[in-house]
């Protein structure tokens, strides 16, 4: 079924305000999982919001908390998260020290204990709105082997980074996994194979069986290479946030756990060199205009696929599994209608 | 032939100090060449000394030079570089900003107009040895095409990350090519077709021929995502040096133009959490014990393969091209005996 961003957004907000997030809290979280799902990201959508809700009424979530914010250096942000909404303790941090980044010039904000971000591209693009450079890392439970290996011994690690220019910013997104575990539990619901080397078993044999790939572990994007970009991006958060290692991550994928995987956002201010913006966009189109390997299927720069598919979701509305939105409005007091605020 | 590292290092040494470089700069720069070939990586090493002498020669590197250092904010040094040797400026302004770290918590090194790094493991690893984390990039010539694209439009662009640990550091250092143009070079001069998917020509068109690849463009590591990781390396590393982007790198592997690439650092102090850089060895250990896909094959952490060789070498000598040497030491007034310093 069709969803208008309006209705999303009012039952998401409704739904965590109803569960005790302040508005403003409500708000934040809400924009974050509507937004993945607007960019065609469902794993980090709307389908998160039961799971959430569970989890505040456990009390593994507590949606009132801002965190505990101190300087442990002159640079450096460190946060406790005390379970509070990933969004909300983030940018909390960020919007503290980001005032401090013109005359710091970099700036670090760590985080441990706080829940699930969501999609990292939402911090670094609010940081590259402020003018700076942003990155952000964050942990996750054991879903990726090694290279060479055969064992889940690393989380899925995303990294995103956003360059401001005189235009959009680069914005880039990924995990370090080759594709993201929600893709195999959306393979083991409509009972499709995997591809040959996406995954392991629990026994550390190649699957291409979606329901064993979940007990198992998928492979790292780009062999030896994203395997060492992986693994370092795992002791980069762990060292520099002092939270857990993947094997001892929980609480982003279950009911039952606190959260206690880290997160890491560095701001830095960009180079005032003259028409410096300029030339990294006039760049970015001259990448974009290059030949590209298919006649019809231009270059591509990180974002722009997210910020099109973002920008027609605005406009004409997105696809969200009905039984998801059954169940929303299920937990939900008073029902939204799928089409509040479509544009007709 | 077989080298010993004492004579590699003997013979770098004083055929930089005869073109005029003060015995520290020619002493750390003979060091970051002679390490790479110790650690296998001969395309950043020895290999590149004639041409550093023919660039002193012509006056594109400045072998006086230790690069003019200002802060740009209080976390951030900027240096002009000036066509000093590429580890000599940068490790005089990690030098300089390093006592700082335990203050500030996180600082940036910025550099311009300097000449090659080299390996970039060299610099985390000395960030690591202080006891900080350490990030490197660097920017090169247009030498990558996009995914989805056929022309060069990118640097290969490398990334080099150490985290220490209370054993030895993890050390990442990667290009984000899916293969070192050396290696295309490699194949060209010994007349080995590259493997499909490589490379693509001048006119953008795949190629296993690796003459043809050598004026054309090398593929990106790891499809979409190596690219992203790869232009968002670029443009950042631009924002933050305000240095040239790829298609207008030049000096890094010519003798006609003088290095404008840029060079960016970043110094984290690691989070005291007690007992963190045990636990960070002992997840390490446990990922190198976590069973391999291929018995026999043990999981790599990176850095451990190139700390073996390294090792290796430093005990039993290395072997480098005949021609090499025998060009090295025409370039010098007096002979290095090969076998100088070997123990045996």
Redesign the interface.
Known sequence: MRLTEAAALALATRLLEEHGAPRDHAVLQARVLVTADMKGHPSHGLRRLPRLVERIKRGLVDPQMKGTQRW?????M?VEGSSGFGPVVAMAAIERLAPHI???????V?VRNANHLGMLAHYVEAIAAMGF?GIALSSTESLV???????A??GTNP?A?A???AAEP?V?D?A?SLVPMGRIHHHAATGRPLAEGWARDAE?HPTTDPVRAKAGAIAP???A??Y??G??M???V?????SA?A?DVRGTLDSHFPCNKGDVF?L??????PG?PA??SA??D??RA?????AG??????GDRARRRRAAASRDGFDIDQRLWEDLNALSSSRVLAFEGLRS
């Open positions: 442990r250096a002159d640079a450096v460190e013109p005359d710091l010039g970099i700036g670090l760590v450079v082997h090694p290279f060479g290996g055969t064992r011994m690393l990294v980074i360059v401001p220019t680069l880039l990924l370090t550390g994007f780009g062999d290479k994203g060492g970009l693994i370092a795992e002791l980069l762990a060292a520099l946030a002092g290692l094997p560095i830095i201010e960009p180079s005032l060199a410096l030339r990294l760049y970015l001259a990448v290059s030949p590209p390997a298919e299927a231009p270059v591509l720069v990180p």
